[in-house]
T-cell receptor, first 117, second 116 residues
Framework: AQKITQTQPGMFVQEKEAVTLDCTYD???????LFWYKQPSSGEMIFLIY??????QNATEGRYSLNFQKARKSANLVISASQLGDSAMYFC??????????????FGSGTRLQVQP | GAGVSQSPRYKVAKRGQDVALRCDPI?????LFWYQQALGQGPEFLTY????????KSGLPSDRFFAERPEGSVSTLKIQRTQQEDSAVYLC??????????????FGPGTRLLVL
């Protein structure tokens, strides 16, 4: 079973509008972390935002916010006021908790966002 | 400060050749990870080091893949007798602590390997 599912292979958004990128996850571990990374065409993975499973508030970082719905196991990324430089691949990733002993991130297949002027 | 650096950025190898990919993590970062990213897909975990100890190598696809971090800083991923299916981007990431809270992994620019 997929641990991280990103159902939108591609998204278009007009400059200055908001966009939501979907991510659902699957884990039985009560302690986990969810991450979003941006990967421009240059290839480097850029960390955007983090949400811990026990965090009470939805994470926010500037124009990025995470819509965390624990019961639905979703962690959607919201980008407000899109800019042309936001055009990139976006990956949702999960790190499961101490019970698994794993430190690695599990990534989804990504969503390619294109911001149109 | 300096981020994670990787070299070479691009590598073309003939099938059967051995290659070595280098990763310089952020100074002071204890944890180091290698991931493989095939075209159009998300990265997949290969191996993990805490200082010089390789604690998890469950993602290495075959015994042709070998990684080391002898002094707990720079790491090398070696692929022996390369095959065409090894063509991918190899990403290195480092994080400050072994565990705790956010433990964000910071990635390098990757090495794009093409095996002909």
């Amino acid at each position: 079973a997929q641990k991280i599912t990103q159902t939108q292979p591609g998204m278009f958004v007009q400059e200055k509008e908001a966009v939501t990128l979907d991510c659902t996850y699957d884990t039985s571990d009560p302690s986990y972390g969810l991450f979003w990374y941006k990967q421009p065409s240059s290839g480097e993975m850029i960390f955007l935002i983090y949400q811990g499973s026990y965090d009470q508030q939805n994470a926010t970082e500037g124009r990025y916010s995470l819509n965390f719905q624990k019961a639905r196991k979703s962690a959607n990324l919201v980008i407000s006021a899109s800019q042309l430089g936001d055009s990139a691949m976006y990956f949702c990733a999960m790190r499961e908790g101490r019970n698994t002993g794993r430190r690695a991130l599990t990534f989804g297949s990504g969503t390619r966002l294109q911001v149109q002027p | 400060g300096a981020g994670v650096s990787q070299s070479p950025r691009y590598k073309v190898a003939k099938r059967g050749q051995d290659v070595a990919l280098r990763c310089d993590p952020i100074s002071g970062h204890v944890s180091l990870f290698w991931y493989q990213q095939a075209l159009g897909q998300g990265p997949e975990f290969l191996t993990y080091f805490q200082n010089e100890a390789q604690l998890d190598k469950s993602g290495l696809p075959s015994d042709r893949f070998f990684a080391e971090r002898p002094e707990g800083s720079v790491s090398t991923l070696k692929i022996q007798r390369t095959q065409q299916e090894d063509s991918a981007v190899y990403l290195c990431a480092s994080s400050l602590v072994p565990w705790g809270g956010q433990e964000t992994q910071y990635f390098g620019p990757g090495t794009r390997l093409l095996v002909l």
